[in-house]
């Protein structure tokens, strides 16, 4: 069964300190994994993709297969990071282009 | 306005009465979803549509949801004989076509629409 699990539901952090939030998966298959962020008031978008192998507002994430991870790190965290973060798994690989959304981490950086 | 647009954006009714839900994805947008967001629930997937068509409508809770989709634009989903447990946010997202009729893999959300069944 395709399922992503966010184990933390809120995870506090103060400005300046590393932060990883985390993300494992379970899909038969290749899949392709995204973290999405929603900040307040705001729509929920797009933060990185895992093919896409870039840095965006200073967070990366790497695939790990062995693991089937893919966390989120970033390693100085700053206020406006606070938002609602959740990990996608898509199967698109395989020509299946529902997305399977985890439970959302909402981080909370301190001042 | 260039993003999806849902409406309506708050809907209130009583149990038992039925709900349109419509959403309006971004012109060329060719893949459509719906995700329904409840309080520590994340985002449970109900269906998606190709075009007008629906290869995966697996997350529909039960036989009350339905949605369609005509022109390979606006959307609406519907929920028959609302029960409480319907309340949640709904949300919309579209995603552009890709190369060989894949999608790009980036999905555009609208604000939702919250459904609030008393």
């Known amino acids: 069964a395709q399922r992503v699990t966010q184990p933390e539901k809120l995870l506090s952090v103060f400005k300046g300190a590393p932060v990883e939030l985390k993300c494992n998966y379970s899909?038969?298959?290749?899949?392709?994994l995204f973290w999405y962020v929603q900040y307040s008031r705001q729509r929920l978008q797009l933060l990185l993709r895992?093919?896409s192998r870039e840095s965006i507002k200073g967070f990366t994430a790497d695939l790990n297969k062995g693991e089937t991870s893919f966390h989120l790190k970033k390693p100085f965290a700053q206020e406006e990071d606070s938002a609602m973060y959740y990990c996608a798994l898509s199967g698109q690989a395989s020509g299946t282009y529902k997305y399977i959304f985890g439970t959302g981490t909402r981080l909370k950086v301190l001042a | 306005g260039a993003g999806v647009s849902q409406s309506p954006s708050n809907k209130v009714t009583e149990k038992g009465k039925d709900v349109e839900l419509r959403c309006d994805p971004i012109s060329g947008h060719t893949a459509l979803y719906w995700y329904r967001q409840s309080l520590g629930q994340g985002l449970e997937f109900l269906i998606y549509?190709?075009?007008?068509?629906?290869?995966?409508k697996s997350g529909l809770p039960s036989d009350r949801f339905s949605a369609e989709r005509t022109g390979g634009s606006v959307s609406t989903l519907t929920i028959q004989r609302t029960q409480q447990e319907d309340s949640a946010v709904y949300l919309c997202a579209s995603s552009p076509p890709g190369l060989a009729g894949t999608n790009t893999g980036e999905l555009f959300f609208g604000e939702g629409s919250r459904l609030t069944v008393l």
């Open positions: 895992h093919i």
């Open positions: 549509f190709q075009g007008n068509s629906a290869p995966d």
């Open positions: 899909y038969s298959g290749s899949p392709e």
